[in-house]
């Protein structure tokens, strides 16, 4: 057994933890729209098509926005094809994914769908084909009222009301030579200064994302940000950060350490938003869009099988097992720890392309081991991220040393001021006996610790169709705290929820 120590105090606070913290990402991609969310003929379709089983397991991950439609499909996409009478819509080659495209979901029937799944678009826009006009007049057929050629036509294919589109993509992975249209990052500052100053211009309420890399280990990274900000600062919120993990060679620790790479990105990002604007001389903290972030690695040999030019083939199907729900809970703890400079982050993807929930075209859907750590994160993470003061033993990992044992964040619920944390033990062999210290919280005597735990005897255990609930969330005995303090034991290679003055279920 290892021994650790955690101490938290209402007023050593990281910030507060923004909704969108939360979200996921929705690409017209494989069978993420088409047998995903969009499947006519299904025993649970509604009249839109929409898989009412899909929905209700998006409204209980927990998703306030959705990112979409891509991803490196955006860089291709024409939304206008999109739109208006569905038997009129182009089917096209579809060269980002090498499938075909058949255009029966667009912007209008994605924003109906947010509406029924109770979460918010987040839309990319085309800078890899497409430029600053096309993305103004997608600003203006989204969030314009009436009274102009878009928006009048947003009206006449049956959708009065603006869709409201707050937050918007100034396209996506341009760093990347795999990216339809990537540009260097001159060419890419100059054009998304130029498109931002425009969308702005259509609708003055909303916030852009610049790209930023597609990931730490671009030979770019970071010029790449600081280039970009320097073009565009004065008129963008945010910049993006993407990050998969794998674990191809089954070097477990080096998986589970994974994260403390995704921290450092995160400073990393941050840093360079302060250099810019230190230069600038400017008052505006750039924020950051960690708006593509998973686990993916498990679906690369057969998707090299596929054939090309399929109408949503079964790609990056990744079936996630227990040591990867560890992994997406350290993702998760990573996010909530740098929650003053993370404002918005997107779980990539949501449905069946490497994504918590699954479905069988014509059958079922069911969540994946990953669901749980990012639904009751989703659920008890909201409020305001606390400081830790955290002393535990610490191992080296192939990919970085000093990485703790126990990866931790705290988040306390402002209206109520319970507190949960959410604790990965990264041993795969011993028990953590976690010392907590709550005094700084000022609870009552005898205040109950609720505890939930995701583990399994297998850690390559899968949910799948036919044992949709072989991973699955326990309830735990409650512990009490004790003159602000108590000791609870972690298991090994587990994810945990410590509920410190809950008062049960969360409605
Ligand atoms: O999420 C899958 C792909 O990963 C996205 O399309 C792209 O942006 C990233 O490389």
């Not at 299904?42 to 926005?65: I, M, N, S, T, Y």
């Not at 963008?236 to 790479?261: C, Q, R």
């Amino acid at each position: 057994m290892k021994n650790a120590r955690l101490s938290l105090d209402s007023a050593r606070v990281v910030g507060s933890v923004d909704d969108r913290l939360f979200g996921s990402f929705l690409e017209h991609l494989g069978r993420a729209v088409y047998t995903g969310i969009h499947e006519p003929g299904h025993p649970a379709a509604d009249a839109q098509g929409f898989r009412k089983d899909v929905l209700a397991l998006v409204r209980e991950l927990g998703v306030p926005v959705v990112r979409y439609p891509g991803g490196n499909f955006v860089s291709g996409y024409d939304w206008r094809d999109g739109i208006g009478p569905v038997e009129k819509r182009p089917r096209r080659l579809e060269q980002a994914w090498t499938s075909v495209e058949p255009n029966r979901v667009g912007i209008d029937e994605f924003a109906d769908w947010c509406r029924k799944a109770g979460t918010a678009p987040m839309l990319a826009v085309n800078l890899g084909t497409l430029g600053p006009d096309e993305a103004r007049q997608e600003v203006e057929y989204c969030n314009h009222p009436g009274g102009t050629a878009w928006s009048d036509l947003r009206r006449a294919n049956g959708h009065p009301d603006p869709h409201g589109v707050k937050l918007w993509c100034l396209g996506n992975e341009m760093d990347g030579p795999w990216q339809i249209g990537h540009k260097t990052a001159e060419e890419y500052g100059r054009i998304a200064c130029e498109t931002a100053k425009t969308m702005k211009w259509a609708d003055p309420s909303i916030e852009l994302v610049a790209c930023g890399s597609s990931g730490r280990g671009m030979a770019t990274f970071p010029d790449w940000e600081r280039i970009v900000l320097e073009h565009t600062y004065e008129h963008v919120d945010y910049i993006s950060l993407h990050t998969y993990y794998g674990n191809p060679k089954g070097d477990v620790g080096a998986f589970l350490a994974e994260s403390v790479g995704m921290e450092r990105f995160i400073r990393e990002v941050g840093a360079a938003c302060d250099f810019v604007k230190a230069k600038k001389r400017g008052t505006k903290d750039v924020k950051l869009s960690f708006d593509e972030w998973n686990v993916w690695f498990h679906s690369g040999e057969q998707d090299r099988k596929l054939e090309r030019w399929q109408e949503a083939p079964p790609l990056l199907e990744d079936v996630y097992d227990m040591t990867d729900a560890l992994v997406v809970g350290t993702m998760l703890n990573a996010l909530l720890r740098n929650a003053d400079r993370v404002k918005v982050a997107c779980l990539a993807q949501l449905v069946n392309v490497i994504a918590p929930i699954m479905t069988r075209a014509g059958g079922p859907s069911w969540r994946q081991t990953t669901f749980w750590p990012f639904a009751l994160a989703s659920r008890y993470g909201r409020g305001t991220s606390l400081g830790l003061a955290l002393d535990g033993p610490t191992y080296d990992a192939t990919n970085h040393a000093d990485v703790p044992w126990l990866d931790v964040s705290a988040v306390r619920d402002d209206a109520t001021g319970a507190v949960s944390v959410f604790a990965v033990n990264r041993s795969l062999d011993e028990g953590i006996e976690l010392a907590l210290d709550l005094r700084g919280l000022a609870l009552a005597d005898g205040t109950p610790i609720e505890r939930t735990e995701l583990r399994s005897d297998d850690l390559s255990a899968v949910n799948d169709e036919a044992h949709p609930d072989r991973v699955a969330p326990a309830t735990l005995p409650s512990e009490r705290l004790d003159g602000g303090r108590a000791t609870v034991r972690l298991a090994p290679a587990s994810w945990n929820l410590l509920r410190i003055g809950g008062t049960g279920e969360k409605g």
